[in-house]
């Protein structure tokens, strides 16, 4: 079945750079996605990527989409203490007849250090 | 628009009551989705409508469960006994269509507490 797969935590310093990683299985996906969680509160869409790209850039983002290898990295640049949350991939369902559903990752906790 | 309105956002029960979730979808969003976070399970999607229609309620875990949409602009999730397995953040969300990039908006969420 349709699966999304995240690392559950990861710990950088401030001012560095921040790669979480993602792997997924549904190939016919159109769209991937990264949402942001802050405590206490829902998620909200960082950024999204077109399967046909391989690299969106977005001010101090950037997603990477390797779609042989079914892999998703979110790069946040310049991390600052800001940016600690839980963060989630997910794919789109269905491909060409896509219903709108969302398989999400476990999420991934960004702790920043200053 | 006010975004996903969800009510109430603090929920505290005791075991075997019934619980009745709220949600009001962005005007003009044709799917809403209902969603269950816990540590252990992490977020799960528990049911979704298409016009107010139930397309898939795969993921509701129990009879115990249940979701109605009776309107474009209403959705409820009951759990009816509530057990303290079911204490969770309820999440809702919405999106105006499937495909074309349109993330889903997500409600902030109701913490219910069953004990």
């Known amino acids: 079945g349709e699966d999304v797969e995240q690392s559950l935590f990861l710990s950088v310093r401030e001012g560095d750079s921040s790669v979480i990683n993602c792997t997924y299985t549904d190939s016919s996906s159109t769209y991937l996605y990264w949402y942001k969680q802050e405590p206490g509160a829902g998620l909200q869409l960082l950024t999204y990527i077109f399967s046909n790209m391989d690299m969106k850039q977005d001010q101090r983002l950037t997603v990477l989409l390797n779609k042989k290898d079914k892999h998703l990295s979110l790069r946040i640049a310049d991390t600052q203490t800001g940016d600690s949350a839980i963060y989630f991939c997910?794919?789109?369902?269905?491909?060409?007849?896509?219903?709108?559903?969302?398989?999400f990752g476990q999420g991934t906790t960004l702790q920043v250090k200053p | 628009d006010a975004g996903v309105i969800q009510s109430p956002r603090h929920e505290v029960t005791e075991m075997g009551q019934e619980v009745t979730l709220r949600c009001k979808p962005i005007?003009?969003?044709?799917?809403l989705f209902w969603y269950r976070q816990t540590m252990m399970r992490g977020l799960e999607l528990l049911i979704y409508?298409?016009?107010?229609?139930?397309?898939?309620d795969s993921g509701m875990p129990e009879d115990r469960f249940s979701a109605k949409m009776p309107n474009a602009s209403f959705s409820t999730l009951k759990i009816q006994p509530s057990e303290p397995r079911d204490s969770a953040v309820y999440f809702c969300a919405s999106t105006p269509r499937a495909g074309g990039g349109e993330t889903q908006y997500f409600g902030p969420g109701t913490r219910l507490l069953v004990l």
């Open positions: 997910a794919e789109s369902m269905g491909g060409s007849s896509n219903t709108g559903k969302l398989i």
């Open positions: 409508f298409n016009n107010n229609v139930p397309i898939d």
């Open positions: 005007s003009g969003h044709d799917y």
